[in-house]
């Protein structure tokens, strides 16, 4: 494989994986209301030969769920409470930004890439 065969696989793997990313914290994001619900955490897993990263196993976030008090709900027990979710709409925005800049840094990796391929294109031709 050539360098530029392998860094379009390398960016384009990446950009599947932030997109993967971008669609577990969308859910986490939507679910940050609904009684019992864990966050979801994306791993990553890196192919050491190839250099190309995809989405790895995912996992529930093991924190408490929040305690909230709301007597006339009708998940609430005997003393007005019942178990939120653990999502923290703040991380959730700050990793939805995470994964929105690594994927712009792949996409613009994939056009530097395309660029050079075709300046080298033009010089093989004169």
Do not use: C, W
Request: net charge negative; aromatic share 4%.
């Amino acid at each position: 494989m050539n360098d530029f065969s392998q860094a379009l696989s390398i960016a384009s793997s990446g950009l599947k994986a932030q997109s993967g990313r971008l669609r577990h914290v969308s859910e986490n994001i939507a679910n940050a209301d609904t009684p019992g619900y864990h966050r979801k955490i994306v791993n990553f897993d890196l192919s050491r030969e190839s250099g190309e990263v995809s989405l790895g196993r995912l996992s529930l976030d093991p924190s408490e769920l929040r305690e909230i008090y709301d007597p006339a709900h009708p998940l609430a027990n005997e003393t007005g409470h019942y178990d939120g979710s653990n999502v923290n709409l703040i991380i959730e925005i700050a990793d939805a930004r995470e994964a929105q800049r690594s994927y712009e840094a792949n996409l613009k990796m994939l056009d530097q890439a395309r660029q050079m391929s075709s300046s080298l294109m033009d010089l093989l031709r004169r």
